[in-house]
């Protein structure tokens, strides 16, 4: 399977805390997005990490990029109750057309 | 951005009978994907649909089974056929911005008795 592996499958800290969970991922890529899926809903694009790019900022998330372990992480800091919800990376594959992998996703519960 | 509405947003059907789903989009785009998320999964890419061509699908999904069809550049609708439990699943669609970003519909539950 192409699908990239996140973790960890589940995580659950206080208001105030930092997460942070990780993707890999197999093949080449163009970039990589991190989504957001509430309740089962659609999912919502937070950011977007090119592969020439190694870390990236928006508000009080932050990303990093490493391809030679074909890695990334995403970190959420002073995380708020609103922030529960699961997380996923996409990777958006080079060759053919734009192709979306997903990773397995993080469920993340923040508790108040 | 795109915005993305899906009919129904939600159903239960009984095994064997089809369920048809909708997708629309308020723009134009050339191409459209399907989704199925399994309970508790991550997506699975079903197809992509592209307008006045036939949908590519993804290993493991067949047309007989997912039937989609494009009739224009802003509408898109995936048939599940002859349902079982195990087709059990939100199924979603989405745009995509030339490899930046996806927009999602909200998601279809299906439920299969």
């Known amino acids: 399977s192409q699908q990239g592996e996140e973790d960890p499958q589940a995580l659950s800290i206080q208001e105030g805390e930092n997460a942070t969970m990780n993707c890999s991922y197999k093949?080449?890529?163009?970039?990589l997005q991190w989504y957001r899926q509430n309740s089962g809903r659609g999912l919502v694009h937070l950011i977007l990490i090119r592969s020439n790019e190694r870390e990236k900022h928006s508000g009080r998330l932050r990303v990093t990029l490493d391809t030679s372990k074909k890695s990334s992480s995403l970190l959420i800091t002073a995380s708020r109750a609103a922030d529960t919800a699961s997380y996923f990376c996409a990777t958006v594959l080079t060759s053919g057309t734009y192709k979306y992998i997903f990773g397995t996703g993080t469920r993340l519960k923040v508790l108040a | 951005s795109a915005v993305i509405s899906q009919k129904p947003s939600r159903d239960i059907c009984q095994r064997g009978t089809s369920l048809t789903i909708q997708c629309q989009v308020d723009?134009?785009?050339?191409?459209m994907f399907w989704y199925r998320q399994q309970p508790g999964q991550s997506l699975t890419l079903i197809a992509t649909a592209n307008q006045g061509s036939e949908a590519t699908y993804e290993s493991g999904f067949v047309i007989d089974k997912f039937p989609i069809s494009r009739p224009n550049l802003t509408f898109s609708t995936l048939t599940v056929s002859n349902m079982s439990p195990e087709d059990s699943s939100i199924y979603l669609c989405?745009?995509?911005?030339?490899?930046?970003?996806?927009?999602f519909g909200p998601g279809t539950r299906l439920t299969v008795l």
């Open positions: 723009s134009q785009v050339t191409m």
């Open positions: 989405s745009v995509d911005r030339q490899g930046n970003e996806q927009f």
């Open positions: 093949t080449s890529i163009n970039n």
